[in-house]
């Protein structure tokens, strides 16, 4: 995928990197890339998985990859030690405490509120309808428990395929691209 030369990273390959959440989605992800570029990856996971462990030593050898629990990241002595002998940290994972019971309900306030400018106003009711259509809907799965299992599904945005290899295509040859890797 990289068109540039190793040699150009900002921190070269089989250098260590720590990367926060590496069980979470994005950060297994960047796990896996770090790995690919052959960097030495330590991850945090706030519990043991050595499913994690596991999958990425048999892929990536066993020296490649290791997890470190911490459960607290506001642990100030347990995070320098794992970032003792580290060349980088890419903090992946959001902390921010978001629960089944966490709702957008900034911008459910800022649709009804006349102080928000126009220009943002369909956006804001388009996003607010979201969030009460689902809060509704599971509402309704409590009320009645229905003979089904309810999913609701959140995607960031989606493209078509084409749309999707014409970005792509320009992702790869862009600038801002080029510059990312440089910084990995
Ligand atoms: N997924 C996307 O499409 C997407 C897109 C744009 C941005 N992001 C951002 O990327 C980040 C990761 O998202 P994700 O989708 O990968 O989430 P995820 O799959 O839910 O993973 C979250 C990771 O953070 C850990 N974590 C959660 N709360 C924590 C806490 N209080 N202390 C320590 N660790 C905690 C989780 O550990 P446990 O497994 O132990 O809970 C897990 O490793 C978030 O900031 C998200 O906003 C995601």
Redesign the pocket.
């Known amino acids: 995928m990289a068109s540039i030369k190793k040699e150009q990273y900002a921190i070269a390959p089989g250098s260590r990197v720590l990367v ?9 992800h960047v796990v896996q890339q770090l790995l690919s570029l052959g960097y030495v990856v330590r991850g ?4 043991q998985k050595p499913w994690l462990d596991e999958l990425f030593r048999s892929k990536y050898g066993p020296n490649s990859f290791e997890s470190v629990v ?4 506001s642990n100030y002595d347990t995070l320098s030690k794992a970032m003792r002998d580290v060349s980088g940290v890419i903090h ?7 629960t089944v019971d966490t709702w957008n309900e900034a911008t459910v306030k800022a649709a009804f509120d006349e102080g928000t400018p126009a220009d943002a106003k369909p956006f804001t009711v388009y996003v607010a309808s979201k969030t009460e259509g689902e809060r509704a809907a599971w509402k309704w799965v409590k009320n009645n428990k229905p003979p089904f299992v309810f999913n609701a599904i959140l995607p ?1 945005y989606t493209v078509s395929e084409r749309m999707g290899q014409a970005l792509m295509s320009l992702y790869n040859s862009s600038r801002a691209y080029q510059w990312s890797l440089n910084k990995i």
């Open positions: 926060t959440g590496a069980n979470g989605f994005i950060g297994s945090t996971v706030r519990s911490i459960p607290d990241l992946v994972l959001d902390a921010n405490g978001m960031y």
